[in-house]
């Protein structure tokens, strides 16, 4: 496993834009986002495959989010656009040690301490 620490979050205005950094600590493959809103199950948003030519998004974020990496760096990023009241969350990075993308979580077996983003209407 490596260890993997997220920054980035924070407070915005409805429409306003954030940048999501997850630093690991060693070399990654597959890589992801999830997040949990208070209440509610976490649930997946953007997914990378190790060499970043495959992607997978959410419904709900697709063509406002995008995720992307660094393996020069072991970071992975994920690109918030046009932020909604509804994006409000704790946002976790994660990783996986395949090729593929995957995105439900039990496939992901490191896990970051996450970071809030609060999105204001």
């Known amino acids: 496993q490596v260890q993997l620490v997220e920054s980035g979050g924070g407070l915005v205005q409805a429409g306003g834009s954030l940048r999501l950094s997850c630093a690991a600590s060693?070399?990654?493959?597959?890589m992801g986002w999830f997040r949990q809103a208070p209440g509610k199950e976490r649930e997946f948003v953007a997914a990378?495959?190790?060499?970043?030519?495959?992607?997978s998004y959410a419904d709900s974020v697709k063509g406002r989010f995008t995720i992307s990496r660094d393996n020069a760096k072991n970071t992975v990023y994920l690109q918030m656009n046009s932020l909604k009241p509804e994006d409000t969350a704790v946002y976790y990075c994660?990783?996986?040690?395949?090729?593929?993308?995957?995105?439900?979580?039990?496939?992901?077996?490191?896990w970051g301490q996450g970071t809030q983003v609060t999105v204001s209407s």
């Open positions: 994660a990783a996986h040690r395949s090729f593929n993308v995957f995105v439900t979580p039990e496939f992901y077996d490191s």
């Open positions: 060693g070399r990654t493959y597959g």
């Open positions: 990378i495959s190790w060499t970043g030519g495959s992607t």
